[in-house]
């Protein structure tokens, strides 16, 4: 069974860095499938992050664009998000996802906050 557990998460001020992982076990086809994030802010629905496809493309939303960086294990099977510049409105609950055949794995989420 494939199971995702994110970690890094935590307070920081405006224009702060945290980097975000995703530990990815059970499955053993990680390197040919897209992974990536996604964000939940209270009241808000989840929405996409950014992507790394199994071919090395990464693909970011606009607000996050320049800031953020995916990036990805394949050997150790861990996904990652580096965040900098952070602001207010990055604060959300950050879900890791791994596309597999027929479904989607989604790990269990990590609190990013920032405020001063």
């Known amino acids: 069974q494939v199971q995702l557990v994110e970690s890094g998460g935590g307070l920081v001020q405006p224009g702060g860095s945290l980097r975000l992982s995703c530990e990815v076990s059970?499955?053993?086809?990680?390197?040919?499938?897209?992974a990536g994030w996604y964000r939940q802010a209270p009241g808000n629905p989840r929405k996409w992050v950014a992507t790394?496809?199994?071919?090395?493309?990464?693909m970011y939303a606009d607000s996050v664009k320049g800031r953020f960086t995916i990036s990805r294990d394949n050997a150790k099977t861990m996904l990652y998000l580096q965040m900098n510049s952070l602001e207010p409105e990055d604060t959300a609950v950050y879900y890791c996802?791994?596309?597999?055949?027929?479904?989607?794995?989604w790990g269990q989420g990590t609190q990013v906050t920032v405020s001063s």
């Open positions: 996802f791994v596309l597999g055949p027929t479904t989607v794995f």
């Open positions: 059970g499955s053993r086809d990680f390197s040919i499938r897209d």
């Open positions: 790394f496809t199994s071919k090395g493309t990464s």
